[in-house]
């Protein structure tokens, strides 16, 4: 039997791992932390449980895929609920939109509380819907780096319509072209955020997302969205995949053009037949191969954003609010000059509240709500973050106070933060960024890494780091990806 090993538990290395056993490999992850699934945790904090990391869920179907591929009933590891209400959204004028997943009821509510149609609701969401059919194929399920990957009618075909998929316009000129009403705009450009990306300089092809929620779906989890990475990990178990907690890899070794396996900091030497490397790929070049070349390549590129979380335990409950809640800045522009340019944070932060308590009565006590409270940030530039940290907390707390009145230092029990340095230390996440580079230039998507190595012909890159980019859905993609450039060693 052949070893492959995976280097990281994030759910791009354990898909990587799953995939791998079923193709009849033996399996040997390798994970520096106590844990698995790397951004994918969850966080206890006296009676609160959370979520540390992503929050949003769409396209369930590729871990169901997981299972399926395995045998297995996915419903007796993992189940998860469609949401109905999509998000909350807060304006500083008082202004509150309820976008429905239902695309008829979010289009009637933007027509009753904006000055834009329903009809140019529906119009935008059909654009998206546009748009995912004319590039997922090409984008999400294969290699951009191998040439068969452009030699199909599909592929053809997608290139033929990218003049009508808005790469020539910005998110946000693409939106304003759109929208009359600066509300929805910022609606629609938030979406950029989901990649880590600027609206205002990313191109309009990233009008993509929407349709992954209006028209596909978001979904929570049954036991919140820690239960993807603990699903995922109890079936790389039960298909004999070894895992080896605690074990930082320190290098791969090589020879001529392969990979011949790795070394761990405690000096010990593992032989494989492959490798597969989740860790970020500027780490790989930096510190695993020492390949000061291949790293100023990665270097140039600019990194997606960060973010601050406050994980706070509150002394209340508050109706008017969901499981996934926004409260926009009043100018969205500055706040992401900020963000990408001064590489600061502005003093009126678009605040993003996750409560999934709403759902899962276990993760507060009764009469109490778990905030997980998120703002966007610079990726890591050696600021000063404990000065940012703090100014950041008290206009959060009083921006929260203003939008739903309440005296919210009086309701916080506990509190755990996480900031861009946190996250680059607990997942070696280069800068801390969340979502690997930006997609803020037209053509990031074919300047992302490629899945394979052109050096080692035994040696894969999945995770958001690498194409075809940041967020579950995609770093379960590039698991995907790989499994098709792999040989079966059944
Ligand atoms: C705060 C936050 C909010 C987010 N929100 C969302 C969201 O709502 N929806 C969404 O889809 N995505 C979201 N994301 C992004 C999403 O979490 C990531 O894109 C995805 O989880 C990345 O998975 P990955 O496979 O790249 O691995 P990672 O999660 O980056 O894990 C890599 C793993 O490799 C390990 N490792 C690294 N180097 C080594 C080494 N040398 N030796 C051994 N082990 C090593 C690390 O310890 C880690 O466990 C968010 C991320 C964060 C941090």
């Known amino acids: 039997m052949k070893k492959a090993i995976v280097i990281g538990s994030g759910i791009g290395g354990l898909s990587s791992a799953v995939r791998l056993s079923n193709k009849g490999y033996d399996v040997h992850v390798f994970e520096k932390n106590s844990y698995p699934g790397g951004k994918l945790t969850e966080i206890n904090l006296n009676e609160f449980r959370f979520d540390a990391g992503p929050s949003l869920f769409t396209m369930p179907q590729l871990v169901d895929e997981l299972f399926e591929l395995s045998g ?14 999509l998000c909350n959204y807060f304006f500083e004028d008082g202004t509150i939109i309820h976008a429905s997943a239902n695309g008829d009821e979010f289009a009637k509510e933007i027509e009753i509380k904006t000055s834009d149609s329903a009809k140019t609701v529906k119009k935008h969401l059909k654009k998206s819907a546009f748009i995912y059919n004319a590039t997922s194929t090409l984008f999400l399920t294969k290699s951009l780096h191998k040439i068969d990957s452009y030699l199909s009618w599909n592929t053809f075909v997608s290139i033929l319509k990218l003049p009508f998929l808005n790469i020539f316009k910005t998110m946000n000129g693409a939106n304003k072209a759109r929208f009359k009403d600066d509300k929805n705009i910022q609606i629609f450009n938030r979406y950029a955020t989901y990649n880590g990306s600027n609206p205002y300089q990313a191109p309009g092809i990233l009008n993509i997302i929407p349709h992954l929620e209006y028209n596909m779906g978001a979904y929570f989890p049954k036991n919140g969205m820690h239960s993807i990475t603990m699903s995922i990990y109890q079936l790389a178990i039960d298909l004999g995949v070894n895992f080896h907690f605690n074990s930082e890899i320190k290098k791969i070794t090589t020879k001529d053009n392969k990979v011949t396996g790795i070394l761990t900091s405690k000096g010990v030497n593992h032989q494989a037949d492959l490798v597969v490397c989740n860790t970020d790929i500027h780490y790989v070049y930096k510190n695993l191969l020492n390949s000061p070349k291949l790293l100023t390549k990665v270097d140039k590129q600019e990194r997606s954003s960060s973010a601050l979380i406050f994980y706070w335990g509150i002394n209340k409950d508050f109706p008017e609010l969901d499981l996934h809640n926004i409260l926009f800045s009043e100018n969205y522009k500055e706040e992401f000059d900020h963000i990408f340019n001064k590489k600061l944070i502005y003093e009126d932060p678009t605040i993003y509240i996750n409560i999934t308590s709403k759902f899962n009565k276990n993760d507060a006590p009764n009469g109490k709500e778990n905030w997980f409270v998120m703002i966007n940030v610079p990726s890591n530039d050696n600021q000063d973050w404990y000065k940012l940290i703090n100014d950041a907390r008290e206009n959060i707390i009083s921006k929260i106070n203003r939008v739903l009145k309440v005296d919210l230092n009086k ?5 755990e933060i996480l900031d861009p340095i946190s996250i680059q230390t607990k997942t070696l996440s280069y800068k801390g960024s969340l979502y690997g580079t930006a997609s803020n230039k037209r053509s990031a998507a074919f300047f992302r890494h490629k899945n394979f190595s052109s050096v080692y012909n035994n040696l894969f890159f999945v995770g958001g780091s690498v194409h075809p980019g940041g967020g579950i859905p995609l770093a379960l993609s590039s698991a995907k990806i790989i499994d098709r450039l792999i040989e ?3």
């Open 488 to 490: 079966n060693e059944k």
């Open 411 to 415: 309701l916080i029990e506990c509190e």
């Open 72 to 85: 297995k009933n996915s419903k007796e590891y993992f189940d998860y609920e469609r949401l109905n209400n």
